[in-house]
């Protein structure tokens, strides 16, 4: 009976220093998952800033040869001037802009240059506006549901809407 005991708490200790290790492989395991995951999500942060930053010199070589070939045929179509557009302190950026209104005389001069400030500010603008909704998708997919959203309620209320018709006299002349 005594060695039957023996070999029973044998067993038993056999039993708990499996489970330990079975516990502590199972706790290294969970410790080398946690630590790839946060490696994974590294990387992907990575790839999307080199993405974001090759999409952004594939636009930027896209852009200087547009503007290398209308600088070759700008001596045959017309005029163009360089303005250049600062992007997020990545650096500045040519573009080629037609003249719009030459230089003018008199006071027709100042109200051409306020009318050009004013183009080139919203122009500039909406470049800003376009570099940002092409970097990031999900500023594309609110502004399409605000859009919509928008048109929807305008559709809603200009078919709904019904004007007072006023009946009897409504001439100021009572006729």
Do not use: C
């Not at 005594?2 to 039993?15: A, P």
């Not at 990387?43 to 999307?48: D, V």
């Not at 506006?129 to 502004?143: S, T």
């Amino acid at each position: 009976m005594r060695v039957k005991d023996r070999e029973d708490e044998i067993q038993k200790l056999r039993n708990q220093l499996t489970n330990k290790t079975l516990s502590s492989s199972h706790t290294e395991l969970e410790n080398r998952l946690h630590q790839l995951t946060e490696t994974l999500i590294q990387k992907q942060t990575m790839l999307e800033a080199l993405s974001t930053e090759k999409n952004s010199l594939v636009f930027q070589l896209e852009r200087l040869e547009q503007q290398l070939k209308s600088g070759q045929g700008s001596n045959v179509n017309g005029t163009a001037i360089n303005v250049p557009v600062l992007e997020n302190n990545e650096g500045a950026r040519l573009r080629s802009v037609p003249v719009l209104f030459g230089e003018m005389d008199g006071s027709a001069a100042g109200m051409y240059g306020k009318v050009r400030k004013a183009a080139n500010t919203i122009d500039r603008f909406s470049i800003r506006l376009g570099i940002f909704l092409r970097r990031y998708p999900i500023a594309r997919v609110f502004v399409i549901i605000y859009m919509a959203l928008l048109h929807i309620w305008v559709m809603i209320v200009l078919l709904t809407y019904t004007p007072e018709i006023h009946s009897g006299s409504s001439r100021p002349d009572g006729k």
